[in-house]
């Protein structure tokens, strides 16, 4: 199965913009989702699709995908929003699904 | 409201087996794919196995493929995760997860200790 690459670790200012990236060659062809998880919590979806937020997840956060990566923003993070990021998607096989190693955002 | 939750976890010696059920509510369970993810203690998040809406169709990461078995009971709205053979590199917290677009609804997990 393929793998999904994210940098560990980010962090952005109070009010700031932060990317996060998601690197594999299945996102040629699959969209990635996007998870955040705190602390001794299940993870939540905020991302779907091309760029679609469930119903309660914030409009600061949004989705981008170019070529083998994708991205998830926070336009204006808040404080709420530190925590682990995975994105998730179909290997290239289409049959299986792969989670992003994970990125830790830390908001100062 | 929409909800699922597993239990069966445990603490299990290496080789022993042990079986998780995810009970849902709160949506019509038989029109949904259903997965199970696990997390290793202080680890990302992996991607186990799915089963189809009928059951007919079910996929599992290759280092889970041959040991585990996802199964369900749309009479019962009822998910399972049947783990054989189990190893120490099993120990995680397991996820039951209902998928649409996305995986929109996750359960809170059953920890599964493999330790002798």
């Known amino acids: 199965s393929s793998e999904l690459t994210q940098d560990s670790a980010v962090s952005v200012a109070l009010g700031q913009t932060v990317r996060i990236t998601c690197q594999g060659d299945?996102?040629?062809?699959?969209?990635a989702s996007w998870y955040q998880q705190k602390p001794g919590q299940a993870p939540v979806l905020v991302i779907y699709?091309?760029?679609n937020r469930p119903s309660g997840i914030p409009d600061r956060f949004s989705g981008s995908t170019s070529g083998d990566t994708a991205s998830l923003t926070i336009t204006g993070a808040q404080a709420e929003d530190e925590a682990d990021y995975y994105c998730?998607?179909?290997?290239?096989?289409?049959?299986?699904?792969?989670f992003g190693t994970g990125t830790k955002v830390t908001v100062l | 409201q929409v909800q699922l939750v597993e239990s069966g976890g445990g603490v299990v010696q290496p080789g022993r087996s042990l079986r998780l059920s995810c009970a849902a509510s709160?949506?019509?369970?038989?029109?949904?794919?259903m997965h199970w993810v696990r997390q290793a203690p202080g680890k990302g998040l992996e991607w186990v196995a799915l089963?189809?809406?009928?059951?007919?169709?079910?996929s599992y990461a290759d280092s889970v493929k041959g040991r585990f078995t996802i199964s369900r009971d749309n009479s019962k709205n009822t998910l399972f995760l049947q783990m054989n053979s189990l190893r120490v590199e099993d120990t995680s917290v397991y996820y039951c997860?209902?998928?649409?677009?996305?995986?929109?609804?996750w359960g809170r997990g059953a920890l599964v200790t493999v330790s002798s």
């Open positions: 997860v209902r998928a649409r677009a996305g995986f929109d609804i």
């Open positions: 709160g949506f019509t369970f038989s029109s949904y794919v």
């Open positions: 089963i189809s809406y009928d059951g007919g169709n079910k």
């Open positions: 299945s996102l040629k062809t699959y969209y």
């Open positions: 699709g091309k760029n």
């Open positions: 998730n998607s179909r290997d290239s096989s289409g049959a299986l699904y792969v």
